[in-house]
């Protein structure tokens, strides 16, 4: 038997399916390799675990679906072998051959539809218990744990026509639309142009191998093959997959020319191995060079069957009958036996075809053929899914059986197949009308262009498109159970009419409830069945039914391919000073996408240096801001509680920004360089929200002269604090930084080390300190510079973590550690940044209220009597119910206690109040301390 | 023998006691919890299918481990009232309570759970602070010990948290709205609310117009356009929150796994299926189309996660609309200045869970006139009392 199957191409290889070497050739995919070795039974259906072999061979239904090499649920079907794979069939112990779990079968009249829903809930215990089951048996391929997938890539591309399909229609729209001048993407899931062409050779003219050339040798056609476009998305953005490559293009027109395929029949035992698609077939027989042994039956009602049977014929096969299911004249039949206005009612045989049951559809007794095979060629489905998807409106239009377009979405086309036209003369020229209306639109003032285009349009009307006037009756009435609509979910037709008498008649509830059109294919090879059944059942018309609504992706995508190879170029910021920091051995912490060094040597020791000598933290992760224009400071103002109109040139402020209910956002500091210039700084985490805030309000305010420049990434920055900050920056600065010439916030454009500064003189710390931002480039210079300067003063780098205490000892709070989204500034202890008097600004009606009200809770200090510090988090009792909670906390060695910050109520936020704070399931007793536990009136950062 | 119907058909009456805008869990909740005390005389209208909402498009994720002491203890009356709800309705509605985790990726995000477990703790809802290894043992397949950009540090278990059959849910609502005598109409669109002397007097609908006294807004992303057709404004932004699911897998995942961090999520039902969804679209937009950009993401920031998922296929995407508030939190009860106009909106991204809960309590204030003290935080009058509720910490991305 395999002998006269054997590949007729040479360069022959081995892959491994469940184990077992198979031979295949060049250009053959797995499946056509499988079938060739008469390996039919490929894997078992999701619910009852029936046999299932291939029914499409185009990656449309489930029946195929394998593991290979890891990946799981791949469809054999359109995968090119090669060698050395490894292919596992899925859902099936032992093997797809013989499944135990195929006695599901047997059980299937107590498993109606929506039997989880009515049964196991009783008692409640029952539940997880029977679930545990279902989750043993459920799902289909496995994952692999050390798997990681393949290396994937992503493409942009930009054109004015995409086409769709590159079959006869699409060749065409391709075409004209790129001799119109249009730059042209013609796309195809195919390995090579050609569409239904490639695999029905009655049906290729001589017209096509030269349309073939011209395509893809047109300097106006890109080709992209192997290429499936699975999703049509807002604004024509096409997602691509070309193998391991994730193609995103932008057209401005897209025409569709997907074509279609054949229609399902439902009728018993619809879904043995042995039952497929014409299509399928001919692409076995004329693209895999497969043969199908034994006797065939052809079931049509079109003359896409009866070239199948003749080709069936023709390569060996005995066809044993057409049963056509139109009671009209017969096609050319040869010599095979035509059963005129039949249908098939059921299939005989327990693993594979063994043969058919006809019956006349007009009544009357059945009859049986024997046979391996039924092909069906009934009825057709548009595959109108990018349609749907981008907003075209569809109708169902009884004439052809399916749903037309009626309503085009903006920028959309269709040709072809697709429309129901499927007289290759009707479809070449709606394919052109398409192409040159798409390239019409492009291109609006070629007047040649559109006398072309009218042309087109009347010689279309010209031509009557013959349609199929037979409306095949797609399911087969008989009382038999096991007649599948939906092959994915073993969804039979008795369930839909259950379904519906249970009251599920909307089409999207009948899917939800029965998941018909939910699996794998997403109802690719249901959808159709299932609406004629919802109409017939609700009495409705097809058109009155709708359709489920079409979402994408049209194919399964692998995450892998969406993700890109981000995963593992995941962006990690570092600061111009980082590999100094790595090289002294600092340990790193991540804030937000940036790398901060958390410690150098020890807390204690940078803590002492800061305080006694001299500290230098980077600090270029701030958000930094470059504002310029006579309405800067208006802007601000308004941005803003405090008043920043008033600022001078030369000094800096601090500011909150606050959201509309009065909630702090962030804080930082502002400074006046010159009068119209203005720089800024935010927090690190919050430098990415605080710019889209900023940008939101500018763009509300058109008329304001601001202009606003990101530059966080361009300054590296650092803070050099502690009480001999001054004698070490003075030698590098080319400015006084004496006290009274440089003061407490002051800001200055200078020169330090030789290169150009913004020197801010802040006190975060408690210390006198400078904050000195240098372009990126310098940064790693000027952080030497300073170390070198201040190393007979005994500075010491300091890290984040000595920041948080030295800080927390000021009673300086951190945005998002020691407040949340109910702080307000009144409340959070800043009353000082709020000024109501200012006619407006963000948040100043709730400010205004909260300032009438009073405070409810407040962040207040707080130290503790006995030694230990709580951790942050930790909660605030209060009349025996949780009331605030810690938000930082440490050892302070200035109040020689451990200290922290915490929201209290309002009625125990008084200096001395005492709070009970739980910690480890006791409470332990804080004092409320109102001022800061080092130097509480500020004469340092002020000296 | 043909099956029972889950409900019936109805002629639309003239008026009715109670209506309730809105075919969604909070809708039907609210209509069956008030046949429940014996108010039958209600109908629920919605515009298109039951479940055509948010019930139908989200995650499905059930939890009480939130931050405020008045979101716990309301979440937590909605967990216990799931529990109970497959047997009260006679209908599987899979519950599968098999924990949810929320990991942290920063010390802030520790602190911050370390926060929730205290106050969860001190509430009596089961929630704790775990680490990697007591992690891993849950959940094998996490990459917790890999390269990782932003490593998992902790979690927030969460037990009794998990996820639910969304569908049946709404079903089951359904049928037992219609068993204790009330009247569910699909495809029964309001257009106007009619207003008289300060009180709710009739609702125009498609089908016609009907006299009620008690209108319940129940239409979470169209919500402030319902408001505005009796004249209250609401402080609510439409939203839409897209989720994606994969093809079916044998299960191997049973807790649902939230990283705000990274901005994802994910759950396996019972099906296989991996559902996975990420934060809400920054803009405001009544689209119900999903976009490339939010695959791609959500793929990414599940792959930093789980690496041995590159393989999986995804099957389809889909968006919802969510009603957003200014501070992450619902708006339930009656509205302050219009006599019989209620409201159990703005269920921004997490409603579904509160549906049991919702319907509850505002059926008990319907019926009995009074504020249940569980309602209280979450009036309308709080945004301009400046009483909001301090969810949005905890919120964001976890559902
Ligand atoms: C993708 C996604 C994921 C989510 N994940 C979760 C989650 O994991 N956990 C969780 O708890 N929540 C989640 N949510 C939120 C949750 O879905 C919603 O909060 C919840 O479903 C709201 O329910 P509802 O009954 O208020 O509204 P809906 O279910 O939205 O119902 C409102 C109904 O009102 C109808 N309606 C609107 N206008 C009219 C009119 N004029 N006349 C009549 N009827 C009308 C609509 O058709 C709709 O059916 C998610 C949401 C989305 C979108
Ligand atoms: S046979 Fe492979 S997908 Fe249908
Ligand atoms: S046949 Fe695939 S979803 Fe029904």
Request: net charge neutral.
């Amino acid at each position: 038997m395999t002998d006269h199957n054997a590949p007729a191409a040479a360069g022959q290889f081995e892959f491994l399916y469940n184990g077992r070497p198979v031979r295949s050739a060049v250009g053959q995919t797995l499946a056509g390799a499988l079938h060739a070795q008469d390996e039919h039974i490929l894997s078992r259906s999701f619910k009852y675990h029936r046999p299932r072999g291939l029914f499409c061979c185009s990656g449309r239904c489930p029946n195929c679906l394998c593991t290979v090499d890891g990946e799981p649920n791949v469809r054999i079907c359109i995968t090119p072998a090669a060698p050395g794979m490894k292919v596992e069939s899925q859902n099936a112990w032992p093997s797809p051959k013989f499944d135990l779990l195929a006695v599901l079968d047997r059980l299937q009249a107590f498993m109606p539809v929506g039997f989880y829903y009515k049964r196991m809930y009783k008692p409640r215990r029952a539940w997880p218990i029977w679930e545990r089951v279902i989750r043993q048996i459920a799902g289909l391929g496995r994952i692999d744990r050390h798997n990681s997938g393949g290396r994937y890539e992503k493409l942009n591309l930009f054109a004015d026509v995409a086409v769709i399909g590159g079959g006869w229609a699409g060749l065409h729209a391709a075409l004209a639309a790129a001799d119109a001048g249009a730059d042209v993407v013609l796309i195809d899931e195919q390995p090579e142009l050609g569409g239904h062409l490639r695999h029905d050779p009655d049906l290729a003219q001589d017209a096509w191998a030269g349309m073939l050339r011209q395509a893809t040798d047109h300097a106006g056609v890109r080709v992209l093959t192997s290429s499936s476009a699975f999703g049509c998305y807002e604004e024509n953005l096409l997602g691509i997959r070309q193998g391991n490559r994730l193609i995103r293009l932008r057209a401005n027109q897209v025409i569709v020319t997907t074509g279609g395929w054949e229609r399902p029949l439902v009728f018993e035992n619809n879904d043995r191995p042995g039952v497929l698609l014409a299509s399928a077939v001919q692409r076995l027989m004329h693209l895999e060079h497969c043969r199908f042994a034994g006797a065939a039956v052809v079931v049509t009602d079109n003359a896409q069957g009866y070239r199948a049977a003749r080709q069936l014929v023709a390569a060996g096969t005995s066809v044993a009958a057409i049963v056509d299911v139109c009671p009209g004249p017969p096609e050319f039949a040869a010599d095979i036996p035509v059963f005129r206005g039949h249908t098939v009612v059921a299939v005989r045989g327990s693993r594979h075809v063994a043969g058919v049951e006809i019956a006349p559809l007009a009544g009357g007794p059945s009859q049986s053929i024997a046979c391996r095979w039924l092909v069906q060629a009934v009825g057709f489905t548009p595959a109108s899914a990018l349609l749907y998807q981008n907003g075209c409106q569809l109708t169902y239009d009884p004439a052809c059986d399916h749903a037309v377009v009626v309503q085009y979405a903006r920028g959309m086309h269709s040709a072809g197949a697709v429309n129901g036209t499927h007289d290759p003369h009707a479809a070449a020229l709606e394919g052109r009308l398409a192409g040159l209306a798409a390239a019409a639109t492009v291109r609006p003032h070629d007047v040649s262009l559109a006398a072309l285009l009218a042309d087109a349009r009347r010689r279309l009307d010209d031509w009557q498109a013959r349609r199929a006037t037979c409306a095949a009756q797609y399911v087969a009435e008989s009382p038999a159970k096991k007649k599948f609509v939906c092959l994915c979910e073993d969804v039979t037709e008795q369930d839909l009419c259950d379904a519906v008498a249970e009251g599920y008649a909307n089409i999207e509830t009948l899917k939800r409830y029965s998941t018909v059109c939910m699996g794998p294919c997403q109802g690719k090879m249901c959808q159709a069945a299932a609406i004629a059944l919802c109409a017939r059942e609700t009495g409705r018309t097809i058109a009155d039914t709708g359709v489920t609504t079409a979402r994408p992706p049209e194919q399964p995508v692998p995450l892998g391919l969406l993700a890109g190879r981000a995963v593992r170029l995941a962006l990690v910021r570092r600061t111009p000073i980082h590999d100094w920091h790595e090289r002294a051995g600092a340990q790193l912490t991540d804030a937000g996408d940036w790398k901060r060094p958390r410690v150098y040597s020890s807390v204690e020791q940078e803590y002492d240096a800061v305080r006694c000598h001299a500290g230098l933290i980077d600090a270029s992760t701030l958000g930094k801001f470059d504002f310029r224009g006579r309405g800067a400071a208006e802007f601000f103002e308004f941005m803003y509680p405090n008043r920043f109109a008033n600022l001078s040139v030369g000094r800096v402020r601090y500011g909150v920004l606050c959201d509309e209910a009065g909630i702090l956002l962030d804080d930082g500091t502002i400074s006046r360089l010159q009068d119209d210039q203005f720089f800024l700084t935010t927090t690190t985490g919050n430098a990415a929200a605080i710019d889209s805030w900023f940008r939101w309000w500018l763009a509300a305010r058109p008329g304001l002269d601001v202009r606003m420049t990101n530059v966080s990434g361009s300054y590296a920055a650092m803070n050099l604090a502690g009480p001999r900050s001054r004698e070490i920056l003075q030698p590098l600065a080319d400015i006084d930084l004496a006290n009274a010439a440089f003061p407490y916030l002051a800001a200055a454009r200078c020169i330090v080390a030789g290169v150009p500064a913004v020197v801010l003189r802040l006190g975060f710390v408690g210390e006198c300190s400078y904050e000195i931002h240098v372009p990126a480039q310098f940064g790693l210079a000027v952080w030497e510079a300073v170390l070198e300067a201040g190393h007979h003063a005994g500075i010491q780098p300091f890290g984040v973590e000595a920041q948080r205490l030295l800080r927390l000892e000021k009673k300086h709070l951190l945005p998002g550690i020691d407040t949340d989204a109910l702080s307000n500034p009144l409340e959070a202890g800043l009353p000082f940044v709020v000024r109501l008097e200012k006619p407006d600004f963000i948040g100043r009606q709730a400010l205004e209220r909260a300032a009438r009200r009073g405070p409810r809770q407040m962040l207040v200090g707080f130290r503790m009597p006995d030694g230990f510090a709580p951790e942050p988090s930790s909660l605030v009792i209060h009349d025996g119910r949780p009331c605030g909670r810690v938000t930082s906390s440490g050892y302070s060695p200035a109040a020689g206690a451990a200290v922290g910050l915490a929201w209290v109520p309002a009625a125990i936020a008084r200096n001395g109040d005492t709070i009970q704070i739980q910690v480890d399931g006791r409470l332990l007793a804080a004092v409320v301390h109102d001022a800061p536990f080092y130097d509480p009136a500020g004469d340092k950062l002020r000296s | 023998m043909s099956p029972e119907p889950m409900w019936r058909t109805h002629e639309l009456k003239d008026s009715y006691d109670v209506v309730v805008i809105g075919g969604g869990v909070h809708g039907l909740a609210t209509a069956y919890y008030l046949a429940r005390l014996g108010i039958t005389d209600v109908a629920v209208l919605e515009a298109k299918y039951v479940g055509f909402g948010g019930s139908g498009r989200n995650t499905a994720i059930v939890r009480s481990n939130y931050r405020t002491p008045e979101g716990i203890a309301f979440y937590d009356l909605s967990v216990k009232l799931y529990e109970q709800l497959a047997a009260e309705l006679e209908f599987n509605v899979m519950f599968s309570q098999h924990g949810h985790l929320t990991l942290a990726h920063n010390e802030r995000g520790v602190s911050g759970l370390v926060e929730r477990a205290n106050m969860n703790q001190w509430l009596e809802v089961d929630s704790r602070v775990i680490f990697p290894e007591e992690i891993q043992e849950l959940v094998p397949e996490l990459n917790l010990f890999g390269h990782c950009r932003f490593p998992i540090l902790a979690a927030l278990y969460h037990p009794p948290g998990g996820i639910i059959r969304h569908d049946a849910v709404v079903w089951a609502y359904a049928r037992g709205v219609d068993r204790r005598g009330g009247q569910v109409h699909q495809q029964t669109e309001v257009t106007g609310i009619e207003v008289r002397g300060g009180a709710v007097e009739a609702v125009v609908t498609n089908r016609g117009r009907v006299k009620t006294r008690v209108v319940v807004n129940a239409t979470a992303g169209y919500a402030s356009t319902i408001s505005r057709m009796a004249g209250v404004p609401l402080p609510i932004e439409t939203h839409p929150l897209q989720a994606c699911v994969t093809e079916p897998l044998k299960p191997f995942l049973n807790a649902v796994i939230v990283s705000s961090t990274l901005h994802v999520y994910v759950s396996q039902t019972d099906r296989g299926e991996l559902v996975l969804g990420a934060e809400m679209d920054d803009y405001a937009s009544y689209s119900l189309r999903g976009t490339l950009g939010f695959l791609e993401g959500a793929a990414l920031h599940l792959l930093e996660l789980f690496p041995c998922l590159a393989n999986v296929h995804v099957l389809r995407q889909w968006a919802g609309l969510c009603d957003m508030t200014p501070d992450y939190s619902p708006i339930m009860g009656a509205a302050p200045e219009l006599r019989g106009l209620y409201m159990t909106v703005g269920w921004g991204t997490y409603g579904f869970k509160a549906g049991p809960a919702s319907g509850f309590l505002m059926a008990e204030l319907i019926a009995t006139g009074k504020t249940p003290p569980r309602l209280e935080p979450f009036a309308l009058t709080r945004f301009a009392a400046d009483r909001l509720v301090g969810e949005k910490a905890a919120a964001s991305v976890s559902h």
